[in-house]
């Protein structure tokens, strides 16, 4: 994949500043680009890099001036990390842009896949299953009976979807994610054991959600565990059997969504929070790292931290009293000792 400068500047509606025909077949920082890359000038500490830079193109902004003379061709836009974040989506969208049927894998007869369609080596598509137009499927991926999957969705190798499980369009999701596996359902007995509760119900997951790797969603014991359009999951995420992710809100790896529990919309949920079964989040919640959210938040547009979890900034607040607690002590034990002193002095 070779662009020229001019080719470039066209894309981002930028204009060229130095040679226009010159070519790049990469992307680089700028501290780390040589001949034949691309790079961008964004925070004002790395310009000394754009002086000594190895890149052949430069992106920056349409009103920088130069404080000494430039080698790279240079391409001034009103944004340059939102252009060059045009690029890195550009750039690979190219290079996953695959098509075909590799061998060997397998596709039940009874399946409908769309056009534009790749599927991977050693990867599994079972009866009933409709994909969409334009889906990538990467090797050894397992989708199982009557999945419906919608158009424009990409499964990273290793990716596992159970029986009768919906997918909407513009989905991505990362190797090793488990999609539909059993919720955690088992009722004890009298003589202290367990039996399986079956888990007939499945996951749905609505459009341009993405979900990071080794993730695993579980199937609802009956209806539904629902993933809301715009989600965004990081890696090592569980959600158990009839959840619901709100619309647009963004979950941060190792966090825990236990049995039953309703997040709302726009709701930012940080790294290691443990939320317990069947309880609701508002709308717009924004829970700090390693919390313990062990009862339902009514409260829309509030921050949260700790575990028990309460108001972020009274976390704040108790966090400063809790370090000061040696020297409060030390303090407490003086006290003691004068006052008994003082007892002693006076009987």
Not at 233 to 240: S, V
Request: proline share 4%.
């Amino acid at each position: 994949m070779q662009f020229t400068a001019q080719q470039i500047g066209i894309l981002l509606n930028g204009n060229v500043d130095g040679n226009p025909d010159v070519t790049v077949n990469e992307l680089a920082k700028i501290e780390e680009a040589g001949p034949g890359s691309l790079s961008f000038l964004a925070n004002p500490k790395y310009e000394p890099y754009l002086y000594q830079t190895g890149a052949s193109i430069v992106i920056i902004s349409e009103d920088f001036i130069a404080s000494a003379p430039v080698g790279p061709t240079l391409i001034r836009v009103k944004d340059p990390y939102s252009a060059f974040s045009v690029l890195l989506e550009k750039y690979n969208t190219l290079k996953l842009n695959k098509t075909g049927i590799e061998e060997p894998s397998f596709i039940h007869p009874t399946a409908k896949v769309g056009t534009e369609a790749y599927v991977g080596a050693f990867s599994y598509i079972g009866s009933n299953v409709v994909i969409g137009d334009n889906c990538k499927i990467y090797p050894q991926v397992y989708i199982g009976d009557n999945v419906k999957i919608g158009d424009n969705c990409t499964f990273f190798p290793g990716v596992k979807i159970y029986y009768d499980c919906k997918i909407g369009s513009n989905v991505v999701v990362h190797g090793g994610t488990v999609i539909g596996s059993d919720g955690f359902g088992f009722a004890p007995q009298a003589d202290g054991s367990y039996n399986k509760i079956s888990q007939i119900g499945n996951v749905i997951i609505e459009d341009d959600v993405e979900i990071g790797a080794n993730t695993s969603i579980d199937r609802a014991t009956m209806g539904s565990t629902i993933i809301r359009k715009g989600v965004k999951l990081d890696n090592l995420i569980q959600i158990a059997h009839n959840a619901e992710i709100g619309t647009n809100t963004v979950i941060a790896a190792q966090t825990g969504i236990s049995g039953s529990s309703k997040i709302g919309e726009q709701c930012i949920v940080g790294g290691q929070v443990g939320v317990v079964g069947h309880i609701t989040i508002a709308r717009g919640s924004q829970i700090q790292a390693q919390s313990g959210i062990n009862r339902s938040i009514e409260e829309e547009g509030k921050k949260w931290a700790g575990t028990p979890f309460s108001n972020y900034t009274n976390q704040l607040r108790a966090q400063v009293i809790f370090n000061r607690l040696p020297d409060l002590e030390r303090r407490l034990d003086e006290l003691e000792k004068k006052l008994q002193e003082n007892l002693n002095k006076n009987s």
